[in-house]
Every structure is written in C-alpha cells, then in structure tokens.
T-cell receptor, first 119, second 111 residues
Framework: AQKVTQAQTEISVVEKEDVTLDCVYE???????LFWYKQPPSGELVFLIR??????QNEISGRYSWNFQKSTSSFNFTITASQVVDSAVYFC????????????????FGKGTHLIIQP | DADVTQTPRNRITKTGKRIMLECSQT?????MYWYRQDPGLGLRLIYY???????NKGEISDGYSVSRQAQAKFSLSLESAIPNQTALYFC??????????FGQGTRLTVV
C-alpha cells in the first residue's frame, strides 16, 4: 500500500530564510503522481504542484522549487526567501495510477508540515 | 462561484443524530471524493466515486455512507454521529491526471 511520510511536524524560521520541507513516499506502482498542497490558516487547500513518476525534472516557480528523486523516493519542497504569507500547513500527497489510470483512486496524504514564518 | 461547493460550512450536531454533508461541482469531472482531516493526521479518504453507479470505500469508511445523486452531486452521511467523527471534511473532484480540486471544507462538531 502507498504511504507518504512528512517527518517534520513543525518548522519555524525567520522571514527571508530558505526552508525545505521533506516528503518521502512508498508505492509499488511504476506509474504514480505526486502533489504538494498548501493549507493556510483559513483552511482551504491550495494546489501547488503535480509531478508524474516519469518526470524527474526539478521545477521552479518563483520562490518555490521542487526536487523529485526517484532513487530516494523523495519529493522535497523548498521555499526561498520565505515570507510571512508562506505560513501554512503543507501537505505532500501521492496517487497511484489505479484501475482507471490517472490517479483515480484518490490521494494518500502525509500528515503535513506546519510552517511558521516569523517576521 | 466556487467550482466545488460544500454545504454546510459549519455544523454542530448531537451524538446519535443523522447528518448529511452535501457537495456539488461545476468542474464536469466524473471522479468525486470525500476526505476527513484530523489535526496531525493529514487527510484520509472516506469514499470515492467514478460515476453514479460506481462507489468505492476508502481508508476510513466505517460509520459513513455516501450517495452519488448525479455527476455533479456527492453526499456524505453519518447515520448516527459520534464525537470521534468531529473533524474537517473535504469534498473533492479529480481530473483525468489525478489532480484534486477541493471544496472549502465542512467543520463538523459532534457533541
């Protein structure tokens, strides 16, 4: 069965520091999808990125970057020059291709990392 | 209007009561899901559906039932609510690539 581990329960840094959120996953499928979601204090879930198992290219979007390494089953998320608005709970999630393909059987979430950015 | 709408947004109910949480979507997706979020546990899948005739149990389906009334509507019921079902509940849809689109959540408290 699939599993996602976010070992960091809570991280606190001072504004403008760089911070990396770790995500390690387990799956038997060769085709799977990895996601990061942000949950600000208001409670909604905001999609950040999707990566499929065949695409190991790292991605950068503004201050956000993601490092996908199949060899270590990790999909880590780095925020550069953090800001107070980055304070939130961040979830890493995994979906397997499933019987219908495309990750239809739902997401398996990590327990989340609570990121606190202090001014 | 939100693509995925959950009602109610907040609900307090008594132990033993039946309660229904409703979800509707305008994404046109066939796949719909109900998740539960507890502090420190992340989100866990309760039920999911590929269409009105295809309902599947997720990781934590005990104590819950669902109904897919139409492609756009997916309801979650607690037949006899108990305090440990107090949680934040999310409905979601999914596109063909597995990306989930979430509703704003329903905060349920069972007293």
């Amino acid at each position: 069965a699939q599993k996602v581990t976010q070992a960091q329960t809570e991280i606190s840094v001072v504004e403008k520091e760089d911070v990396t959120l770790d995500c390690v996953y387990e799956t038997r499928d060769t085709t799977y999808y990895l996601f990061w979601y942000k949950q600000p204090p208001s409670g909604e879930l905001v999609f950040l990125i999707r990566r499929n198992s065949f695409d190991e290219q790292n991605e950068i979007s503004g201050r956000y970057s993601w490092n996908f390494q199949k060899s270590t089953s990790s999909f880590n998320f780095t925020i550069t020059a953090s800001q107070v608005v980055d304070s939130a709970v961040y979830f890493c999630a995994l979906s397997e291709a499933g019987r219908s393909g495309g990750g239809a059987d739902g997401l398996t979430f990590g327990k989340g990392t609570h990121l606190i950015i202090q001014p | 209007d939100a693509d995925v709408t959950q009602t109610p947004r907040n609900r307090i109910t008594k132990t033993g009561k039946r309660i229904m949480l409703e979800c509707s979507q305008t994404k046109g997706h066939d796949r719909m899901y109900w998740y539960r979020q507890d502090p420190g546990l992340g989100l866990r899948l309760i039920y999911y559906s590929f269409d009105v005739k295809d309902i599947n149990k997720g990781e934590i389906s005990d104590g819950y039932s669902v109904s897919r009334q139409a492609q756009a509507k997916f309801s979650l019921s607690l037949e006899s609510a108990i305090p440990n079902q107090t949680a934040l509940y999310f409905c979601a849809t999914s596109d063909f690539r597995g990306q989930a689109f979430f509703g704003q959540g329903t905060r349920l408290t069972v007293v």
